[in-house]
């Protein structure tokens, strides 16, 4: 399987920035993700304004690659957090170390882009090619892509704040205090006295939890972690294939959930669980065998069996295991 760069949203935008450059960027991308794919990228390196790497060519000795992009100014991130800290959405995400997906709309808001724009990004390479980039570079910005999926945080990294810096600025944002120091001295903050702790009161909420706003979005790519890990150990890629659609069918549901849609026979003549007794049945168990149901029923267990056949091709229902040891799984 062809290694694939870009499966998360910050990683397509980074590759996205990148072709949106002009046509030399976009010349010379698909020679880029050749050498990338080919493992050519070594030692990647990301620090504030700048990523340096190592990649394999024609000669003994790797070339060797620079790309700048301007930090942002501690006023600059002081704009960012103030911004991000006033969506609690956009908190919440970070602190969770998520990267949200229209974040950057809240940067544009203060004239600011975590992506390259014209004339932002510079690179250079010490290949003998004349042409600036080079396929060098185009490799490294593709490598660079892989790199911000797995940690998004390394994006706001180059831009001059990595991640434990960006998170204490966000809490003391939120709970109005100021960010820790960096030396290792002692916390300013005492805590709380062991005597003014009350269990009975330890979980109370300090104010009217109704009014906090809450903007849930739907899933978009649930799927993206499987696949950046790849086949499971044990399966192929038809497995891998099946355990992604069993994640995305699930996260659907708990959007339908979280929504407050069922999406259960709601005016669409379908039969929702109460009107379904074997899904009714395996859905309140979670995994169960046919026999399991066709007991707990009191039917049949070759009725049981063709109505659970019915359910996995519909995609209500995944199944498990082979002959008798197949167990059948609802959400």
Same mark, same amino acid.
């Not at 992506?115 to 390479?125: K, M, N, Q, R, V």
């Not at 090619?129 to 892509?145: I, M, R, S």
């Not at 708990?254 to 069922?262: R, V």
């Given at each position: ?177 100021? #960010? %820790? !120091?960096?030396? *290792?001295?002692?916390?300013?903050? =005492?805590? +709380? $006295?062991?005597?003014?702790?009350? &269990?009975? @009161? ?28 790849? #086949? %499971? !150990?044990?399966? *192929?890629?038809?497995?891998?294939? =099946?355990? +992604? $659609?069993?994640?995305?069918?699930? &996260?659907? @549901? ?39 149901? =066709? ?9 049981? @069996? ?26």
């Amino acid at each position: 399987m062809a290694t694939r760069f870009g499966l998360t949203w910050w990683g397509r935008r980074w590759i996205g920035s990148l072709e949106a450059l002009g046509s030399v960027y976009a010349n010379r991308l698909p020679r880029g993700r050749t050498y990338a794919r080919r493992g050519a990228v070594r030692r990647l390196e990301i620090g504030p304004g700048h990523v340096t790497a190592r990649v394999d060519g024609s000669r003994a000795v790797p070339y060797r690659v620079t790309l700048r992009l301007p930090a942002f100014t501690d006023e600059q991130w002081d704009a960012i957090v103030a911004a991000l800290s006033g969506q609690l959405r956009h908190a919440a995400a970070l602190l969770d170390g998520r990267m949200p997906d229209d974040v950057d709309d809240t940067l544009a808001a203060c004239g600011l882009s975590l992506f390259p724009h014209a004339g932002d990004l510079t690179t250079s390479c010490s290949c003998p090619d004349h042409a600036n980039p080079c396929k060098h570079v185009a490799a490294v910005h593709y490598v660079l892509a892989q790199t911000f999926d797995d940690d998004p945080f390394l994006l706001p990294a180059l831009r001059g704040r990595d991640r434990t810096a960006l998170l204490a600025a966000l809490r003391a944002a939120r709970t109005g205090g100021v #960010p %820790p !120091p960096d030396d *290792d001295g002692p916390a300013a903050d =005492a805590g +709380i $006295a062991l005597a003014d702790l009350h &269990a009975a @009161r330890l979980y109370d909420a300090r104010g009217d939890l109704a009014l906090i706003a809450v903007h849930p979005t739907p899933p978009t790519d649930s799927g993206a972690p499987l696949r950046r890990l790849g #086949p %499971p !150990p044990l399966g *192929d890629e038809t497995t891998s294939a =099946a355990l +992604i $659609a069993a994640v995305e069918r699930a &996260a659907e @549901r708990a959007w339908q959930l979280a929504a407050g849609d069922d999406g259960e026979g709601a005016g669409d003549g379908g039969a929702g669980p109460n009107d379904d007794p074997v899904l009714g049945e395996l859905r309140r168990r979670g995994s169960a065998t046919s026999r399991d149901l =066709a007991d707990a029923l009191g039917r049949p267990p070759d009725q049981v @069996r063709a109505r659970l056949r019915s359910l996995v091709a519909e995609g209500a229902v995944d199944r498990t295991g082979h002959a008798r040891s197949t167990r059948y799984h609802a959400w």
